[in-house]
Nanobody, 131 residues
Framework: QEQLLESGGGSVEAGGSLRLSCATSLLRYTPYCLAWFRQGPGKEREGIAFLEFGGSPTYAESIRGRFTISRDNDKKTLYLQMNDLKPEDTGMYYC?????????????????????????WGQGTQVTVSS
């Protein structure tokens, strides 16, 4: 069964760090797009960091400079290194994979990644940041 397996969430104080991992080894093919989404309390799920195959990372403004998305092709794992965490980073974090392109969309001066592009989703991992 094709699926994504996440790990690494937890509770930290503001200013702390966490690293999320997403195992993609159960996917049948190499994804074209990999992404991290976040859903805060009472908010919609939004893409915060994503990678196109062979491309450079793209970040949401809210996390740029603090979070880093990366992939280890040998381990078939996607990572999200989160530094200088803030209470507003609290939420459920999901990794997602897409076999097709269309994950990088330009709108009103910035790039974003549409939720509907993705074929596979992880189960989610909770991140809680206290002040």
């Amino acid at each position: 069964q094709e699926q994504l397996l996440e790990s690494g969430g937890g509770s930290v104080e503001a200013g702390g760090s966490l690293r999320l991992s997403c195992a993609t080894s159960l996917l049948r093919y190499t994804p074209y797009c990999l992404a991290w989404f976040r859903q805060g309390p009472g908010k919609e799920r939004e893409g915060i960091a994503f990678l196109e195959f062979g491309g450079s990372p793209t970040y949401a403004e809210s996390i740029r400079g603090r979070f880093t998305i990366s992939r280890d092709n040998d381990k078939k794992t996607l990572y999200l290194q989160m530094n200088d965490l803030k209470p507003e980073d609290t939420g459920m974090y999901y990794c997602a994979a897409a076999y097709t392109d269309g994950c990088k969309v330009y709108r009103s001066g910035y790039y974003y990644t549409p939720t509907g592009t993705y074929n596979y989703w992880g189960q989610g991992t909770q991140v809680t940041v206290s002040s």
